[in-house]
């Protein structure tokens, strides 16, 4: 009949939801209570088209064995209520009859299925959940081992804090810093973790399990306390499930924990993971206070035996430590200048640009080298190279630090290159470059005037014959000879150059024809 097609229908669409249903819940999708009580409706049509509940047996155990595998205890103890609901309400509307003897064997069955396989899901789940902690904390212990300063260490910290719970959707992590009375949540990830970053914890208001984890070495989990300190330490509203705190070890003392802090209970084992984590954490902590005591030894060697000189300058430019090679480059004993102002050593010419180099260092780390002249011990002049860093921000230091280095034997050998670029390295004459340079400006100032120039091309006849019968030595004692003799015919403002060999220029400047044939016949008179 029409309606026994319609009712195998429906039977084979309820079927094939069903079938659905246990595909999405292997894919970790969850359905609602309202699907739950479908199921059981799907159950009960599949079942009367069948005309026999018996046969679809298979069925029930599958659904109860795959639901049984997912989901807490609560949840699976309604849904096979349900599905044992549709079953056995089958069975009172198919004809056929069951024996009660039968009805309990299925209901026995059903419970210890349903037991059995959702016992064995939740020690799955639990085991595979103890392997993922094992390894974010030999993640978080690897990244820790390469953490050089106190901040990777505690950014390694919150993130694998964070990944042993991630999964409670509500959880979130804090790193909190201080001393025995009061801390700071510097870090914070997670729920709303905005909310608390930067928040102070007074210990002595918080629950006693809590404050006596703050100050030990040892993790605890605190649930169902007081909420209202704790919703202040965690920020949690309306309420607090359950609170982890993970002390670590900060230069020997338990001064920073892990604070985990979620609206429902925490997973089991995350109270194991958390510990070893900061067992790790306080390992690396220890391991970065002894490179800084290395450092801070390797740094004080380095600033006594560096030959620049090492300043630090209080905000007004007055010396407040010098370092011992202060002695050696200017000649002052370190304390003899403690207390000056950094303007009494500088030359009146630069102190404009040291206030101008302090004003650009003053917001920025640091500003960019200048060159200055220093007084020396002795009252002569040095050149010296200056750095200035703006430390202001660290506790340690407090103000300004000025790296001075004795250039003078830089700058001598920069005048030296300059000089040898453009000059004849045998006559100390201007060379062609620097002659064809001074004969471009003079030309251009000529243009601008009425002033006129004039170029003298000189070469020295026979000159290889001294070379080949008297040699090289004898030819560039030649050749100097003829430039001291060019020096000596010419003013101030000309020029003589060697252009190579034995060629030579001569520029004369503000000179008509009748002047630079004087100073050309006094040249041919001094050769």
Known sequence: SDADRWLRAAALCSLAWVALRRIREYRGLRGH?????????????????????????GIVYASLLFRSMYGGRTDVAIAATILLGGYFTS????????????????????VLITTMTHTMAVAQLSHDESLERTREIMRAGAALVSATDREAVY?????????LCRQQADVRVSVALGDAHRRVLELSMGHEADAV?????????????????????????VANSDPRPIRRATGFVPKVGSV???????????????????????????????????????????????????????????????SDVISILEHDGTLRYLSPSVERVFGYQPEALVGR?????????????????????AGAGGGRPVELRARRADGSWLSCEVHLTNLSHDPSIRGWVLTSRDITERKALEEQLAHQAFHDSLTGLANRALFSDRVDHALMRSARSTVSLAVLFIDLDKFKNVNDTLGHGAGDELLEGV?????????????????????????????????????????????
């Open 197 to 221: 970053r930067g928040r102070e914890l007074v210990i002595d208001e918080l629950p006693v399990p809590i404050r006596d984890a703050l100050r030990d070495t040892e993790t605890v989990e």
């Open 155 to 163: 950014d390694v910290a919150l993130h694998a804090a964070y990944a």
């Open 483 to 527: 430039a001291g003799r060019l020096r000596s015919a010419l003013r101030a403002p000309d020029t003589a150059a060697r252009l190579g060999g034995d060629e030579f220029a001569v520029l004369l400047e503000d000179v008509d024809e009748r002047a630079a044939c004087n100073i050309s016949a006094r040249i041919l008179h001094v050769l």
């Open 33 to 57: 209570l309202v699907e739950e009580a479908f199921e059981g409706v799907a159950i009960v049509l599949i079942a009367v088209a069948a005309g026999n509940p018996i046969e679809i047996l």
């Open 341 to 361: 102002n950094v303007d009494e050593l500088a030359h009146p010419e630069d102190l404009l640009q040291i206030r101008a180099h302090l004003q650009d260092s």
């Open 91 to 110: 069975l009172f509307l198919t004809p056929v009859e069951v024996e009660a003897s039968t009805i309990a064997n299925h209901l026995v069955g059903f």
């Open 244 to 306: 982890i705190v993970a002390p670590f070890l900060i230069d020997g003392e338990p001064n920073g924990a892990l604070i985990v802090a979620s609206n429902s209970r925490q997973r089991p084992g995350l109270k194991e993971g958390l510990s070893s984590l900061a067992s790790q954490i306080s390992l690396a902590l220890e391991a970065v206070a002894i490179i800084e005591r290395r450092s801070e030894q390797r740094f004080r060697s380095l600033v006594q035996n560096a």
